[in-house]
């Protein structure tokens, strides 16, 4: 099963409202293909594992081994692992957090997109449960050492250094990468201390669109520059006109959530509707708002007036 955020009626779920049962609870970030996340799994039926991973195709190969083994105790989730952290489990509530092979982000200048940082660690143990432990298996000595380092200077974390479960060996980059003769690290970080800044869910809203008087243009002038808000960026990437008025291509990025949604212009029964297009089913973020903001203020120099805001 797919988790989607904008259909769960409240930021973060219960367990058992994914699940349908309760079950120690256990995240992996990254899970590729799923093969380690379809083991895992079958080891331990007694468990709840959400998967985040960023890639589309992925998810899709993860979600069809999930199926075809008959797999139940397993809920995918597209998109960054902080944000599944953040939004989709409970403060004190994760058994383990599992990060096999991460991107280590080789080059210097990338160094600051690693996950396994500082800040992260110190947020993690908010949802961690008491004992709760993350397990790093990486291939990359310089990365592994960075995280270390990175974990130590929390002071929330007992960290231990023992060679890597056989298991944590079975992901498909591990099996190409034992075949190249490479040396695997790996680190157990068990939470001892958590950090005391509280790491609240994202906030979201019911709707973002504006009501307003006029006729709809014949072009839709929007700006090309970046719509800037607190903590992220909106680009209008493409309007096209249709039958019903326009339909505007948005790209937000907020922290760790990255959307791509429509956002539509067209004539309704109360006036024209500019606003967040039901299609996708996009979660109503601030920075989702903050580009309704923008379209609504285009549309406002072409001399429509507003009557209801909702933005």
């Avoid at 058992?16 to 079958?42: C, I, M, N, Q, S």
């Avoid at 993690?124 to 990175?150: M, Q, W």
């Avoid at 060996?169 to 190249?180: E, F, I």
Wanted: zero cysteines; glycine letters at 8%; charged letters at 25%.
């Amino acid at each position: 099963m797919l988790v989607r955020p904008a259909l769960l009626p409240e930021l973060p779920p219960e367990p058992k409202a994914l699940f349908v049962r309760e079950g120690p609870l256990v995240v992996e970030v990254g899970f590729g293909d799923g093969r380690f996340t379809a083991h895992y799994a079958r080891t331990h039926p007694e468990r709840l594992i959400l998967g985040a991973e960023v890639s589309a195709a992925s998810v899709q190969r993860a979600l069809r081994r999930l199926k075809r083994e008959g797999i139940g105790n397993v809920r995918l989730y597209l998109g960054k692992g902080a944000f599944a952290l953040r939004n989709l489990v409970p403060p004190r509530s994760v058994l383990e957090v599992i990060v096999n092979f991460p991107d280590p982000w080789p080059k210097k200048r990338h160094q600051g997109r690693r996950l396994l940082q500082e800040a992260f660690f110190r947020r993690l143990s908010t949802r961690l449960a008491e004992g709760g432990r993350l397990l790093l298996t990486t291939d990359h000595e310089d990365y592994f050492a960075f995280a270390l380092e990175e974990a130590r200077r929390t002071g929330l974390y007992r960290i231990e250094t023992p060679p890597p479960p056989e298991a944590h060996l079975l992901t498909k980059y591990a099996l190409k990468w034992r075949q190249a003769g490479r040396a695997f690290f790996h680190a157990v970080f068990t939470k001892e201390a958590e950090d005391p800044t509280p790491w609240p869910p994202m906030r979201r809203y019911a709707m973002a669109h504006a009501l307003l008087n006029g006729p709809l243009p014949e072009a839709l002038d929007l700006p090309q520059a970046p719509v800037r808000f607190p903590g992220g960026v909106a680009v209008f990437l493409e309007a096209a006109r249709g039958e019903r008025g326009f339909y505007v291509l948005t790209h937000v990025e907020e922290e760790d959530l990255t959307q791509d949604l429509l956002l539509e212009v067209r004539k309704s029964a109360h006036g024209l509707y500019a606003g967040v297009s039901r299609f996708g089913t996009p979660l109503i973020t601030e920075g989702v708002r903050a580009a309704v903001r923008a379209l609504v203020a285009a549309l406002e120099a072409l001399g429509l007036q507003v009557v209801q805001d909702h933005t």
